[in-house]
């Protein structure tokens, strides 16, 4: 998806081709539904043909889709309104409430989608939350980024870039909240940590919303060029996605490694 967003942004901004009118309007739907096709291909499908698939996965992006489009969405935007205070609030502020309100929502929904369908029966391995958790965030930013991609005929590189950092966001956030549940469903780690854990994912989905605005809304010129402010936002979103993804590989490794040494009864 990252070298979708780098290439349509290559094309239309350094190379000036722009896609013909009449199908620019399906290609940007194509962009926002561009992640379950790429989910599909490398993930589901493959997945059909193991001996013992995981089972949920279309249900938990059925209901995700749902119930983010009929609870979430009306909680975030008619309930705490976050676009009329949040925008023209400090920086700090404006984590934190991002944080307290949309990443709290989507990840609360996401988790008990995922808890409802697939708790605890269906759970194998700590490798089965990134699973899980990665279909429902692709379940709950579906329709969000489909409605984006339809309203006021964007350019192809901003909906790729907005879709992708929708993905990415909330499938970080949902890394993050499994790793939490993996640690004390299976490592017997205190039951106090899950809030703590819960906080830091919707932390995760918090911190993203301003600072990628803050990109959006970057300049910078270099050699009497002014670099197109978009190109911020997708350095952002890459290194936002590579930070993410080695720590928490990092995590849910160590985390591998130390149940297995306890199940060998070998001293750490």
Do not use: K
């Given at each position: 998806?990252?070298?979708?967003?780098?290439?349509?942004?290559?094309?239309?901004?350094?190379?000036?081709?722009?896609?013909?009118?009449?199908?620019?309007?399906?290609?940007?739907?194509?962009?926002?539904?561009?992640?379950?096709?790429?989910?599909?291909?490398?993930?589901?499908?493959?997945?059909?043909?193991?001996p013992q698939p995981?089972?949920?996965?279309?249900?938990?992006?059925?209901?995700?889709?749902?119930?983010?489009?009929?609870?979430?969405?009306?909680?975030?935007?008619?309930?705490?309104?976050?676009?009329?205070?949040?925008?023209?609030?400090?920086?700090?502020?404006?984590?934190?409430?991002?944080?307290?309100?949309?990443?709290?929502?989507?990840?609360?929904?996401?988790?008990?989608?995922?808890?409802?369908?697939?708790?605890?029966?269906?759970?194998?391995?700590?490798?089965d939350f990134i699973?899980?958790?990665?279909?429902?965030?692709?379940?709950?930013?579906?329709?969000?980024?489909?409605?984006?991609?339809?309203?006021?005929?964007?350019?192809?590189?901003?909906?790729?870039?907005?879709?992708?950092?929708?993905?990415?966001?909330?499938?970080?956030?949902?890394?993050?909240?499994?790793?939490?549940?993996?640690?004390?469903?299976?490592?017997?780690?205190?039951?106090?940590?899950?809030?703590?854990?819960?906080?830091?994912?919707?932390?995760?989905?918090?911190?993203?919303?301003?600072?990628?605005?803050?990109?959006?809304?970057?300049?910078?010129?270099?050699?009497?060029?002014?670099?197109?402010?978009?190109?911020?936002?997708?350095?952002?979103?890459?290194?936002?996605?590579?930070?993410?993804?080695?720590?928490?590989?990092?995590l849910y490794r160590?985390?591998?490694?130390?149940?297995?040494?306890?199940?060998?009864?070998?001293?750490?």
């Open positions: 998806m990252f070298a979708i967003v780098i290439g349509t942004f290559a094309l239309q901004v350094f190379l000036g081709i722009e896609p013909p009118s009449r199908i620019s309007a399906p290609l940007n739907v194509l962009l926002a539904l561009l992640p379950v096709f790429l989910w599909l291909i490398w993930s589901y499908f493959p997945e059909r043909r193991a995981r089972s949920g996965l279309i249900l938990i992006f059925l209901m995700t889709a749902l119930f983010g489009q009929a609870v979430g969405r009306p909680l975030i935007n008619d309930v705490f309104r976050v676009n009329e205070w949040l925008p023209l609030s400090s920086a700090l502020t404006r984590i934190a409430g991002y944080t307290v309100t949309t990443g709290l929502v989507q990840v609360g929904i996401c988790y008990l989608v995922i808890r409802a369908i697939v708790w605890p029966n269906l759970i194998r391995s700590r490798y699973a899980y958790g990665a279909v429902a965030a692709l379940g709950y930013t579906l329709v969000p980024n489909v409605e984006f991609a339809t309203t006021g005929n964007p350019l192809a590189y901003v909906v790729a870039l907005h879709t992708a950092a929708q993905v990415v966001t909330l499938t970080m956030a949902m890394i993050v909240v499994g790793y939490g549940v993996s640690a004390v469903t299976i490592d017997n780690v205190s039951a106090l940590a899950q809030p703590v854990i819960f906080a830091v994912a919707a932390g995760v989905v918090g911190a993203s919303i301003p600072l990628f605005g803050g990109f959006l809304n970057a300049s910078f010129s270099a050699g009497g060029t002014s670099l197109p402010r978009y190109l911020f936002a997708i350095l952002f979103i890459g290194a936002f996605m590579t930070g993410l993804i080695f720590v928490m590989h990092f160590f985390s591998e490694r130390q149940s297995v040494e306890r199940r060998l009864g070998t001293p750490e």
